[in-house]
């Protein structure tokens, strides 16, 4: 068996609104291999952002643990997990994802200049060219269609070569054409890159084509599929 | 594709995003430096301006001292009370206008260098004297001498000669060239009308120094000496001649004149200045303080606006260093164009109002002032700016997603719903508790508008 590159150990994650608490996550154990695809399913309010959030290290979890390659994610301190986000982690949020004020050609480049590193352009273009921006590099966000945007977040969050990649709804705003062609760019990047792609979906049918499913359902994981051929 | 991407160009993108908002930043600061730097620079022109046309009237000395040569000099330098950089007037003799009478005369010397410089003889025609038999006088000698010479021309004088201390009564006659024409000091026009000694005179000619000095008499010379102490020199002097009974003339003139240049008047004292200047130093740090409240105010409306950009920035990965770097370079980019921009709009008010103000003000950019404003701006724009910084780098990641911020609020204020409610009214109340803090610090600006300290 292959070392999980990512898991998690009993996450809960407890939400106080008003008066009542909402348990958005319970007692959720699960692991990630190197390379994985994984779609993660379920209704509304189930806890999937959520759990995206919590693997990713954006939000901490009330109880429980998550091990990025057994290294406890939040022991770390505020900067170590924002440099372990730009240099392993990639994101792919439903909307928003872009920084307005800067080209698309910027927004990719934007985490290799937080590390400071020098762009390794091969790579870069050969990326641009597979997500067909090359014509709109230059352009704002707000110049860009929906599924442009998507793009170029995408090759965004690809930039810093990255071991995982986070999705969560990134077709949510896109009409059903356009959001199968950036899921399939989305697919077909990770697998290219040997990248773990962690993606959240309504679509069932996206959902079949990845290697494993997990359903989660009222903050519980109801069905894990594991991975298999597809 | 732009090749040279970096820290900079992030600052540069948000501000092209909001050149709106930055427009406004940028008038915020460039009003308050502005005003802080018309007032600096227009309390320096108007000391120079009177400085300088102290000068112009009077001289650059602090003191002429009479007849010198008797004076224990060394002894006024070793104390401490006069500077070792005196220059020396060796009177040469006293011009009689008429030939006769000593009434409206005036004497004529040899300066050296320093007292040249001191005695500030400008020229406003002419040169002045290289060569023996030689001489430039102040303008209004040639009235008085009732001549109508002009420079080249050949003036005759009658001289009294020194005799030590007083001018002998038998005269010499001696023709000498004009060659340069000086500018007139007050200090001789004032004084000519009054029934002094002779010997208590300000030289209003001058002679070269290959000019033979004593012509049968002894020589008498005035020291033109600037105090150590500018500021306790006359009373120094005084103490020193009280206590050098010796030194004391017949008569109960004084062996020295004083013509300092002072603030003002002679009744304003080193307290009153000083208070002056701290007036002003109040005004300015009010000034200042104002306009760190509206740049604060400015920043922190600004960032309210980006804070899921900001959120995005760090869920990319950026560290709280790094957020406060990109936003640290906006505000040094802001200071960058505003502080000269204000400088310059300061300079210009300046200028306009001294050129206003008659010929006697003068306009000197003070560099000191220029260098102190546009570093203490510098200063006040950053430090002004790292309170909202400082705030804006707590945003977390997780704002880029949803308004955490505003969920954490929410939950604080303990807001319930309403079920019957005045639309306008709860949304105006709701606003009030979600943005209490935020509407603080706009509602503070508009109550301390810099103009009002003035
Ligand atoms: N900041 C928050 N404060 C309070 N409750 C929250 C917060 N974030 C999420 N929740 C609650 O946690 C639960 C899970 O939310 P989550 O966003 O993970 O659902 P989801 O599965 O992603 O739903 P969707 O498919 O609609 O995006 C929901 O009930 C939601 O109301
Ligand atoms: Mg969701």
């Known amino acids: 068996m292959v070392m999980p590159i990512l898991r998690c150990l009993q996450v809960n994650k407890k939400y106080a609104v008003g008066e009542n608490t909402v348990h958005a996550l319970r007692d959720i154990t699960i692991s990630f291999e190197q390379g994985e695809i994984c779609a993660v399913r379920g209704p509304s309010g189930s806890g999937k952002s959520t759990l995206l959030h919590i693997l990713g290290g954006l939000e901490y979890p009330t109880t429980g643990k998550v091990y990025y390659q057994d290294e406890d994610l939040f022991a770390y301190n505020d900067n170590q997990l924002s440099i372990l986000r730009r240099r392993r982690f990639g994101f792919v949020f439903q909307a928003y994802n872009l920084v307005q004020e800067l080209t698309a050609y910027e927004n990719i480049l934007l985490p290799v200049l937080l590390d400071k590193k020098k762009p390794d352009e091969k790579y870069l273009s050969m990326l641009i060219e597979i997500l067909g921006l090359q014509q709109r590099l230059d352009h704002l966000p707000s110049a860009l269609s929906g599924g442009q945007q998507q793009r170029v977040a995408i090759a965004r969050a690809l930039a810093n070569k990255p071991s995982i990649l986070f999705a969560d709804e990134p077709t949510g705003n896109l009409d059903g054409k356009t959001g199968r062609e950036v899921l399939s760019l989305l697919k077909y990047v990770s697998i290219e890159m040997g990248v773990t792609l962690i993606l959240v979906t309504h679509d069932l049918h996206i959902a079949e084509q990845a290697e494993r499913i997990i359903l989660l359902e009222d903050g519980c994981i109801t069905e894990d599929s594991g991975r298999r051929e597809v | ?454």
């Open chain 2, 1 to 454: 594709m732009s090749a040279k991407f970096s820290l900079s160009s992030i600052a540069l993108g948000n501000i092209r995003g909001r050149r709106r908002q930055y427009i406004l930043l940028t008038g915020a600061i460039v009003l308050a430096i502005y005003f802080v730097a018309t007032m600096l620079l227009f309390a320096s022109t108007m000391f120079t301006s009177l400085r300088e046309r102290h000068y112009q009237r009077f001289g650059e000395q602090d003191v002429i001292i009479f007849n010198a040569a008797r004076e224990p000099l060394a002894e006024l330098m070793s104390s401490g009370i006069l500077t070792d950089d005196y220059g020396e007037a060796a009177i040469y003799g006293y011009v009689l206008p008429d030939g006769q009478s000593k009434a409206n005369g005036f004497s004529v010397a040899v300066f050296d260098e320093n007292a040249l410089a001191l005695a500030r003889k400008d020229l406003l025609a002419g040169r002045l004297p290289e060569r023996a038999g030689e001489i430039a006088l102040e303008q209004s000698m040639l009235a008085r001498l009732r001549t109508e010479a002009a420079v080249g021309d050949t003036v005759t004088l009658t001289l009294a000669i020194p005799d030590g201390v007083n001018f002998k009564d038998s005269t010499v006659q001696k023709s000498f060239k004009l060659v340069g024409v000086v500018s007139d000091k007050l200090i001789y026009l004032d004084e000519w009308n009054s029934v002094l000694p002779v010997y208590r005179d300000f030289p209003a000619g001058i002679l070269s120094a290959a000019e033979e000095i004593t012509l049968g008499g002894k020589t008498v010379i005035n020291i033109y000496g600037r105090y150590a102490a500018p500021s306790s020199g006359f009373k120094q002097m005084l103490d020193f001649y009280f206590n050098h009974e010796e030194l004391q003339n017949e008569g109960s003139e004084l062996p020295f004149e004083d013509t300092r240049y002072v603030l003002l008047s002679d009744n304003f004292s080193d307290e009153d200045i000083f208070i002056t200047y701290l007036f002003l130093i109040i005004i300015a740090l009010v000034l200042v303080l104002a306009a760190c409240l509206g740049i604060i105010n400015a920043f922190t409306s600004n960032l309210e606006a980006r804070k899921q950009q900001l959120g995005l920035l760090r869920a990319v990965g950026a560290t709280k260093k790094q957020l406060r770097e990109i936003l640290g370079r906006e505000t040094s980019l802001l200071a960058l164009f505003s502080i000269p921009l204000a400088l310059l709009l300061a300079s210009l008010t300046v200028w306009s109002l001294t050129k206003a103000m008659g010929e006697s003000y003068i306009f000197r950019p003070n560099i000191l002032v220029i260098i102190g404003v546009a570093a203490a701006g510098l200063l006040c724009v950053r430090l002004a700016a790292s309170i909202p910084l400082r705030a804006a780098a707590k945003v977390p990641p997780m704002q880029a997603i949803r308004n955490v911020e505003l969920a954490r609020k929410m939950r604080k204020s303990k807001i319930v719903s309403q079920q019957l409610f005045d639309v306008p009214l709860l949304l105006a109340k709701r606003n009030r508790t979600l943005y209490q803090s935020k509407q603080l610090g706009i509602k503070l600006s508009p109550s301390v508008p810099f103009w009002k300290c003035l």
